[in-house]
């Protein structure tokens, strides 16, 4: 009882406890989530001065390696960095209840965190042009699609621990009734992030 009751902090503004290891998991994804989104901002200013017909940045082959990137930098990345950081927050802090498998989520942000790496890594190297569109007939490099599929697990298993942490909360009867609207809210967004994963 002592370590459980150490493993938890209580907010000062919201009265919320907030499980500690859970919060490392938030901030970590939510600092990501802001990273690719200063990212995919610069590659957008970057895009923007290319098509500006007095400044005309950058030759045609770094505009389009930079619109392939900032596409996956400005759809994929940041989104589902900051969507599993409002999972693990809606799980577990809402909740004031604890995250289960923390090493688990840990897991689940370093696959996400390769595998955008890679991807960003073969688009910006040109071997990988494939224009934000990874279907046949263009083809892109092995590791592209390796970082695409490496990116979708790391969310997939991010998701799956958000649904253990309302069971866990459920069974350690952390609410009572229906589940907050917030929380409800974040679970249709995960059930939404099964199908499309």
């Given amino acids: ?18 499980h ?9 994804n939510a ?3 802001v990273v690719m989104l200063t990212l995919g901002g610069i590659m957008a200013l970057l895009i923007a001065l290319t098509r500006w017909e007095a400044v005309q940045l950058l030759s ?6 930079l619109t392939g990137a900032h596409g996956m930098t400005m759809l994929v990345f940041w989104i589902v960095f900051f969507e599993v950081a409002g999972l693990y927050f809606g799980g577990a802090v809402v909740l004031s209840s604890r995250l289960p498998k923390p ?3 840990w897991l689940a ?8 790496l890679m991807a960003e890594v073969m688009v910006l190297t040109g071997q990988a042009t494939v224009m934000f569109t990874s279907y046949v007939p263009l083809k892109a490099h092995p590791l592209y699609y390796l970082g695409i599929v490496l990116f979708a697990l790391g969310a997939f298993i991010a998701v799956g621990i958000f649904f253990a942490s ?4 459920r069974v350690e009867r952390r609410y009572e009734g229906s589940l907050p609207l917030f929380t409800y809210g974040l679970m249709a ?4 992030a099964v199908f499309t994963l």
Avoid at 20 to 26: F, G, P, V
Avoid at 60 to 65: E, P, S, T, V
């Fill in 60 to 65: 045609a082959d770094w505009y389009y390696r």
């Fill in 109 to 116: 942000f370093a696959l996400m965190l390769i595998g955008a």
């Fill in 1 to 18: 009882m002592a370590t459980q009751q150490l493993a938890f902090r209580t907010c000062p503004v919201t009265g919320f406890k907030v």
């Fill in 31 to 33: 600092v990501t989530a």
């Fill in 189 to 192: 967004a995960g059930v939404i």
């Fill in 103 to 105: 090493a688990l989520g």
């Fill in 20 to 28: 500690l290891r859970a919060e490392k998991l938030i901030i970590a």
């Fill in 166 to 169: 309302l069971v866990v909360a």
